[in-house]
């Protein structure tokens, strides 16, 4: 296990988790890491989910994240996509583009580290997908900006389904 992460004495995740977060780390260095930080490995106990809290440049999230996550690889599910439709023309969305432009940093953007499908877009995108589609949209305009992520890794069908029910379920 790579010595950038912390894990609690009562966790003992498997393996395939720990490989997957290795593989994250190597891939994406997250600015803590970077800065010489530790990462603390945290688990949801209701989905049984290993994840990680840290921060990704902008550009790094433009270039990897897929707003298009399903829950198969392969798998062309448009009963459950994993993302709520994004509505662009709305007076909020509108704000949080401007936000982006001017170099603001948006926090707890939920996602997993994937590549079984689109290597490429290995960040799958759970919740926040708004902001990310800002982020996007503000490469143009802004340098390196750091954005908070909480990345999932080795996610069954079902914990996919949870997560980003969890993730994109707000109260009226």
């Given amino acids: 296990m790579n010595s950038s992460i912390v894990i609690s004495s009562e966790l003992s995740p498997k393996k395939n988790v720990t490989k997957s977060i290795d593989n994250f780390l190597n891939a994406f260095k997250p600015h803590e890491v970077k800065m ?3 990462l603390l490995l945290h688990f949801d106990e209701k989905s049984e989910a290993y994840y990680l809290m840290c921060h990704l440049d902008g550009k790094v999230l433009a270039r990897h994240c897929d707003l298009e996550a399903s829950l198969d690889a392969g798998e062309d599910d448009e009963i459950y996509k994993l993302n709520r439709e994004i509505t662009e023309d709305q007076p909020a969305y509108k704000l949080m ?4 432009e001017n170099g603001r940093s948006f926090e707890d953007l939920v996602l997993e580290y994937e590549t079984s499908y689109h290597p490429q877009k290995s960040l799958k995108v759970y919740g926040g997908q708004h902001r990310l ?3 996007i949209k503000a490469q143009h305009v802004k340098g390196s900006v750091l954005h908070g992520v909480r990345v999932y890794f ?3 069908r079902e914990q996919k389904v949870e997560i980003a029910t969890v993730s994109n379920t707000s109260i009226a």
């Avoid at 583009?97 to 982006?100: L, R, V, Y």
């Fill in 36 to 38: 010489g930080t530790k």
């Fill in 97 to 100: 583009e401007e936000d982006a």
């Fill in 133 to 135: 589609r800002a982020i």
């Fill in 154 to 156: 080795d996610l069954s």
